[in-house]
T-cell receptor
């Protein structure tokens, strides 16, 4: 199956700083990428959908100025958490789909801890 | 809007036995896909099985099979010959096959399955 990577796998940052998470599709062109947030033992919450070359579409309640998403190429999307606070600590997962939108491939996730 | 409900927060099963995880969903659409994903302790999401709504035949993948009841909007997962490696959180998910929501997955709350030796 198709492979999606995320970097870093875990990151610790100080409150008030920004952190960038990368999501790459390694062996296919991802026309659409999705970003999710997951708290322990809870479900995945969709944060935003991004299409290559277009602005991301954010879900209701997600602060677009805090969670900046860029989908600059068909293989790379980035999520930047700006001015991070401890409540932003979570597990962030990206997924990507190509021409067949019903096939979605997940990255391994990034654990963010804000101190 | 679509909703997916998993009413079993936790389940356990003995190794080699069979277990069924429940999922119901609500939608007014006729063209959609249903999925079961597995999330082991590594937290990597793994696709277990996919069902296209227009197919009447239940999907199967080795030890995993589904019971898809479209009229009842029910989509249960049966795991046969359970193995220790099946221990994970399982998510039922819905994907609408068209419109502006195309590609968006709606997940259920998840069921934590523990397989005991």
């Amino acid at each position: 199956g198709a492979v999606v990577s995320q970097h870093p796998s875990w990151v610790i940052c100080k409150s008030g700083t920004s952190v960038k998470i990368e999501c790459r599709s390694l062996d296919f062109q991802a026309t659409t990428m999705f970003w999710y947030r997951q708290f322990p033992k809870q479900s995945l919450m969709l944060m935003a959908t991004s299409n290559e070359g277009s602005k991301a579409t954010y879900e209701q309640g997600v602060e677009k100025d805090k969670f900046l998403i860029n989908h600059a190429s068909l293989t790379l999307s980035t999520l930047t958490v700006t001015s991070a606070h401890p409540e932003d600590s979570s597990f962030y997962i990206c997924s990507a789909s190509g021409d067949r939108g019903y096939e979605q491939y997940f990255g391994p996730g990034t654990r963010l801890t804000v101190t | 809007a679509q909703t997916v409900t998993q009413s079993q927060p936790e389940m356990s099963v003995q190794e080699a036995e069979t277990v069924t995880l429940s999922c119901t969903y609500d939608t007014s659409e006729s063209n959609y896909y249903l999925f079961w994903y597995k999330q082991p302790p590594s937290r990597q999401m793994i696709l277990v099985i996919r069902q296209e709504a227009y197919k009447q035949q239940n999907a199967t993948e080795n030890r995993f099979s589904v019971n898809f009841q479209k009229a009842a909007k029910s989509f249960s997962l049966k795991i046969s010959d359970s193995q220790l490696g099946d221990t994970a959180m399982y998510f039922c998910a819905f994907l609408f096959g068209g419109g502006t929501s195309y590609g968006k997955l709606t997940f259920g709350q998840g069921t934590i399955l523990t397989v005991h030796p």
